[in-house]
């Protein structure tokens, strides 16, 4: 069994595409996945399957929920492994808190490499940007927020190819996953 985050984007978002976390429990569990658990109210569900290719799993769920909420949401798969190394490599600074915004994109196949670091504008003195396997990791002050450039890659095509979630739920998704 390998235990897997899908991570989907655009849900529950501005009274926009509501899903309901239990019926989204259900479809999973529908499509034959195990230990199926969600976590808040974005669209984060960790599932257990012996299915190993990723690419086909995103695609199932994809088709399940379309068939079952009628929407097209894009849904981006990452392994234990992943999520687990993705946290490893962000310094433990790296939080989000009254004075740190810290966010964690995770990238669609297409943008899933080093060089979509060079597509994103950024201001080097506010914004840091890390890049691990798959997820670009967006650090600043709060303070600074207004100088930053992170508001700027909405509306880009890599914006368009993401799904982003805050380090705390990267976090927290990391010590769910090793629970089940």
């Known amino acids: 069994m390998s235990t ?17 976390m239990i ?3 259900v479809l999973f569990e ?7 658990v969600t976590y808040i109210n974005s ?7 012996r299915k190993k290719d990723v690419s086909r799993l995103a695609s199932e769920i994809q ?12 849904v981006v798969l990452r392994t234990q492994k992943n999520i687990e190394k993705v946290c490893k490599k962000i310094p433990p600074d790296w939080v989000n808190d009254k004075d740190n915004k810290t966010d964690v994109m995770f990238l669609w196949d297409k943008f899933a490499s080093k060089k979509t670091l060079k597509l994103i504008s950024t201001n080097p003195k506010i914004d ?6 798959g997820a670009i990791i967006w650090h600043l002050k709060k303070k600074n927020y ?14 368009k190819n993401m799904t982003v979630r805050n380090i705390n739920t990267v976090r927290k998704l990391a010590t769910l996953m090793n629970r089940a």
């Open 43 to 49: 669209g984060n569900v960790i599932f257990e399957t």
């Open 146 to 159: 207004g100088k930053s450039k992170m508001n700027d890659i909405i509306g880009t095509e890599v914006y």
């Open 63 to 74: 088709k399940g929920i379309k068939k079952k909420f009628k929407l097209n949401i894009p």
């Open 128 to 133: 840091s940007l890390l890049y691990v396997d």
């Open 23 to 25: 019926e989204l429990k």
């Open 30 to 36: 529908s499509l034959g996945y195990t230990n199926v």
């Open 4 to 20: 897997y985050v899908a991570l989907l984007r655009g849900i529950n978002v501005g009274g926009n595409n509501k899903i309901k």
